[in-house]
Structure formats: structure tokens, C-alpha cells
């Protein structure tokens, strides 16, 4: 059987109103600051308490809004942010929404 | 009578997840963009063409989120942007999202 493949988003396909959607609600904000602080994950590390329904609601999202990168790699699904491809398309916006985050939670 | 008056966050109130999602949807990033170039304007001039009932919903999203401060004068909504409450609170993002979204139309 073949890997399991996803859909991305081209990187001038990335749009900024599905960004900022993407970015929107507190817990794929904290993924994503999850992701910026380690890397590529396992997607389960993400929200090992939430629904496995919840969890892959809220990684397509990111992975179709152009945030995340999603791969399979034998029974798990690898993910890891985009920062260079979000870099390229919206140059500071990564870093200002996880800093404005970061002040909020102190 | 007095004049209407309208609820406001306080700066220090503003919440990234929800300016986030203020600026996710096309129609209210088009407001903003209005009035970052034109300062305070009579808000029927942020939607001449909507329905009476979709401009208020979009720029009381934008005024509850704190993107926006509205006042009564006379009859008219008078509506501008907190450019500098978000400047405070989250420095660079407004700059950031409107240079993403101009590139995005061009």
C-alpha cells in the first residue's frame, strides 16, 4: 500500500485571510507555537488529551490554510510549520502573532 | 437623548485569537484597509453596497475585537482604526497583515 499523501498549498497560493483564520483560536495557536519551539512532531504530541477527531479537524485546517506540513511516516503523521514558506509570503507575521500570544499568556 | 455609546475593549483587553479572526474574513480585512488609508470615516462608507444588517454585524465584530473605535455624531457611526492600541499591543502585526493582503491582490 502506498504512504498516505497530503494536500498542500502552493507557497504563492497561501492566502492571508485563512492564515489568520488558521490563527485564530487558542489551541491551533498553541500548536503552532508548539511546532515553532520543536520542530517536526509527531501530530499526536500535539493534543494527546483531545479527540482524535478534534485533533485532525484542527491539523487539516493549518495544513490547508498553508501553516503546517503534514507527511506520513509508517503509522504516524509527521508534522512541522511552514516558518520559511510563511516567511516568504508574509514576512514578521509568524513572529508578531507568537509574540502577541506569548504577552497574553504572562 | 443621549448619544449612542458603544462598548470598547481596553487596550490592554485586546486578545490576539480574536484580532486574529477580526482580520480573517475578506469584507472586514477590506474595512481595515479602508481605514488605515482614510482615518475616521462615516462607517456607511465602509459597505455602501451591504446590507444594513451585514455592515453592523462586521463592524461590531471589529469594535468588540478592538480593532475599531466607534462613536455616535448625530445620526451618522463614526468608525477608525485603533492603529495605535495595536501597535502597543502587538507591534508590526496590522503593518504585516495589510502588506500580506495588498500582495495578495496584486
Chains 1, 2 share one sequence.
Do not use: Q, W
Request: proline share 8%; hydrophobic share 40%.
Amino acid at each position: 500500500m502506498p504512504p498516505r499523501t497530503y494536500e498542500h498549498p502552493a507557497t504563492d497560493e497561501i492566502a492571508i485571510p485563512r492564515v489568520l483564520f488558521a490563527l485564530s483560536e487558542p489551541l491551533r495557536l498553541n500548536m503552532v507555537r508548539m511546532l515553532a519551539e520543536r520542530g517536526e512532531v509527531d501530530s499526536i504530541d500535539l493534543g494527546p488529551d483531545l479527540p482524535r477527531s478534534t485533533l485532525t479537524h484542527h491539523t487539516s485546517l493549518l495544513r490547508e490554510s498553508g501553516v503546517v506540513f503534514v507527511r506520513a511516516e509508517g503509522r504516524k503523521c509527521m508534522i512541522r510549520l511552514r516558518d520559511e514558506d510563511l516567511e516568504a509570503r508574509f514576512p514578521g507575521l509568524l513572529g508578531t502573532v507568537l509574540a502577541g500570544y506569548e504577552d497574553d499568556d504572562a
